[in-house]
């Protein structure tokens, strides 16, 4: 049988049988078919021998960590596969033994008085409003960064939610994550809470079968790079020199609520992050936060 043949058996299985995300399918098939493109195109399995495997992976290093590991995970289950489907194949990159050590990179993290400037921006933005559209545009811009960075949400996950979802008697939101996880955070404060009713007061029905809380003005649903955009706008607007995107509310949620010592496997939980390793970043994105606790806290200062 041919790489490619048996490619797409995989992937027919992967998306009739496995029904995984077509995202997921989307990046196996491309990671599948750049590592079938040094063979000839009527590659046979016999020739996914051990040389050409780690011929293979040297190729990689051009690429960034989390893109090395993506492509050596699906090209790893593409053969884990084929070695279930056919007796005489082996998955020989099990023997390979591959190490890769994640680079440590810290993310970009707004700081309380630069949060301030973005929100208080929103504020003037909406009393200097004139016409129906543009309040529109305007109260539902604040709905959506209040709620990015009063729950710490993907960007993906905010373009998701229903009406169903958002629950402001209760001031609870269900969110839908990765891997299809559910999980409840809820909207406490005044200051989240009030521009998510002003947003439902004004919003239109929407005509995404789906019915998405957040839509355009002419009722469609709203889309992430529409989010993308209204951030940079708000970053140059407010002289932000940091690239600031819609996930680095996500990174200062949980930085400032770290900064407040609240309990990490609660901000865990709120993030929906399914190891707490993911979360223990936050533990090092502020060096001047480390300067004050040594500086007030060491014991050295005591003796």
């Known amino acids: 049988m041919t790489i490619a043949t048996a490619s797409e058996e995989f ?18 098939r491309f990671d599948i078919r750049q590592f079938a493109e040094e063979l000839t195109a009527n590659a046979q399995l016999c020739d996914v021998t051990r040389d050409y495997l780690k011929k293979w ?9 989390k893109t090395i590991k993506r492509k050596i995970a699906s090209v790893n289950a593409l053969m884990n596969y084929l070695e279930g489907e056919f007796e005489e194949f082996n998955n020989l990159l099990r023997s390979l033994h591959i190490r890769l050590k994640p680079p440590v990179r810290l993310p970009v993290v707004m700081t309380k008085d630069e949060m301030q400037r973005i929100v208080g921006r929103l504020d003037k933005v909406i009393t200097a409003t004139e016409s129906d559209r543009q309040k529109f545009l305007n109260v539902r811009n604040k709905a959506v960064i209040e709620l990015l960075f009063g729950s710490g949400m993907r960007i993906g996950e905010l373009c998701g ?14 969110i839908i994550g990765k891997g299809n996880k559910e999980r409840i955070v809820d909207i406490c404060l005044p200051a989240i809470l009030n521009p998510l009713r002003q947003w439902i007061k004004l919003r239109k029905s ?3 079968p789906m019915d998405a809380f957040f839509t355009s003005h002419i009722g469609r649903k709203l889309g992430p790079q529409t989010i993308r955009a209204l951030v940079r706008q708000l970053t140059r607007e407010c002289k ?35 190891s707490i390793s993911t979360t223990q970043i936050y533990l090092h994105v502020n060096p001047f936060r480390q300067r004050e606790i040594l500086m007030n806290h060491h014991p050295r200062s005591r003796m």
């Not at 939610?161 to 269900?174: A, E, F, I, S, T």
Request: charge should be positive.
């Open 11 to 28: 992937l027919r299985h992967c998306r009739f049988e496995r029904k995984l995300d077509e995202k997921t399918i989307k990046a196996y």
């Open 161 to 174: 939610l229903r009406n169903k979802d958002v629950d402001l008697q209760l001031g609870q939101v269900r």
């Open 206 to 208: 929407s005509e995404d």
């Open 57 to 65: 992976i040297e190729s990689l290093s051009k690429y960034r960590y």
């Open 240 to 274: 932000i020199e940091k690239h600031v995107t819609p996930h680095t509310f996500r990174h200062t949620f949980a930085t400032l609520l770290l900064e407040e010592n609240v309990d990490i496997s609660y901000i865990q939980h709120i993030l929906g992050h399914s």
